[in-house]
């Protein structure tokens, strides 16, 4: 079955760039039309879409964080990546990837990862 | 952009009772696309309903939902050990999706 795994640093600097990678495997990344997002949860609060991006790649992203975040994807690889920049606290989260089609609910996410800014 | 609210924040419920979990919409979702997902500390959100009242494949029958418009309810007709957790109310018909802040459902 299609499973869905994140990586990357565990810890941030204030102002540098969060970098994260979900790895894709029991299918392919380009097959279907599927959506491929990035969601996060602080400590102690709900969670937050940040983004999503079409193995084609086209992209959406919240429009309170668009003007920092970038997803890409790299379908030799089957993955898809996300880069926050300029982090500060408010950006400690864990951070899941998901899948989902146009309209449909996220019907697969990875474990999670849990990301800290701090100095 | 759609927000949604959840309530109550926390319910204090014992294993066997009923509860209802509620989601309001800031403006008119279309039935179609809203979802409820469980959430348990150090684990990937579950899709429970989607549809509004769609249960996801090996979603217990226990766990219904309900409504339109703007005011959904997920229903638990029994409480078990294993549903003691977090539910997010989602909204995926329009971007960005909302998610509500969610209801810990927690052990009286």
């Known amino acids: 079955q299609v499973q869905l795994q994140e990586s990357g640093p565990g810890l941030v600097k204030p102002s540098q760039t969060l970098s994260l990678t979900c790895t894709v495997s029991g299918d392919s990344i380009s097959r279907g039309d599927y959506y491929w997002s990035w969601i996060r949860q602080p400590p102690g609060k709900g969670l937050e879409w940040i983004g999503y991006?079409?193995?084609?790649?086209?992209?959406y992203y919240r429009p309170s964080l668009k003007s920092r975040v970038t997803i890409s994807v790299d379908t030799s690889k089957n993955q898809f990546s996300l880069k926050l920049s300029s982090v500060n606290a408010a950006d400690t989260a864990v951070y899941y990837c998901?899948?989902?089609?146009?309209?449909?609910?996220?019907?697969?996410w990875g474990q999670g990862t849990m990301v800290t800014v701090s100095s | 952009e759609i927000v949604l609210t959840q309530s109550p924040g926390t319910l204090s419920m014992s294993p066997g009772e009923r509860t209802a979990l509620s989601c309001r919409a800031s403006q008119t979702i279309n039935t179609s696309f809203l979802a409820w997902y469980q959430k348990k500390p150090g684990q990937a959100p579950r899709l429970l309903i989607y549809?509004?009242?769609i249960r996801a494949t090996g979603i217990p029958d226990r766990f219904s939902g309900s409504g339109s418009g703007t005011d959904f309810t997920l229903t638990i007709s029994r409480l078990e050990p294993e549903d003691f957790a977090v539910y997010y109310c989602?909204?995926?018909?329009?971007?960005?999706?909302?998610f509500g802040g969610g209801t810990k459902v927690e052990i009286k």
């Open positions: 989602q909204e995926y018909g329009n971007s960005p999706f909302a």
């Open positions: 991006i079409h193995y084609r790649g086209n992209t």
């Open positions: 549809g509004a009242s």
């Open positions: 998901a899948r989902t089609q146009l309209v449909e609910p996220f019907d697969i």
